[in-house]
């Protein structure tokens, strides 16, 4: 079963940055898919974005051109780039991983990011 533990939350300034990162372990298959997911308060759950093993990436419309996801294979670690970050990014981000497909299916516990005006 994977393992998924994030760190790097906290509390910035509107117009602020955070990198988020992920450790992933317990696992002896290769991770097709890394990414990260985040809610907020009362807001469904969202797929910010993903990254392949061979460093494809996706991102929700919503971050496009703000996040920037990227991940080192050797050491099963994905990060999380986040730029020009908004009140409305406040949320619980999760790292995601999946051996194969989309969407991944194991999350860590979360790390909060809050995002002051």
């Known amino acids: 079963q994977v393992q998924l533990v994030e760190s790097g939350g906290g509390l910035v300034q509107a117009g602020g940055s955070l990198r988020l990162s992920c450790a992933a372990s317990?696992?002896?298959?290769?991770?097709?898919?890394m990414g990260w997911y985040r809610q907020a308060p009362g807001k469904q759950r969202e797929l910010v974005g993903i990254?392949?093993?061979?460093?494809?990436?996706n991102y929700a419309e919503s971050v496009k051109g703000r996040f920037a996801i990227s991940r080192d294979n050797a050491k099963n670690t994905v990060h999380l780039q986040m730029n020009g970050l908004k009140p409305e990014d406040t949320a619980v981000y999760y790292c995601?991983?999946?051996?194969?497909?989309?969407?991944?299916?194991?999350r860590g516990p979360g790390t909060q990011v809050t995002v002051s005006s």
């Open positions: 990254i392949t093993s061979g460093g494809t990436t």
């Open positions: 995601a991983a999946d051996q194969c497909c989309l969407p991944p299916r194991s």
């Open positions: 317990g696992f002896g298959f290769r991770l097709n898919v």
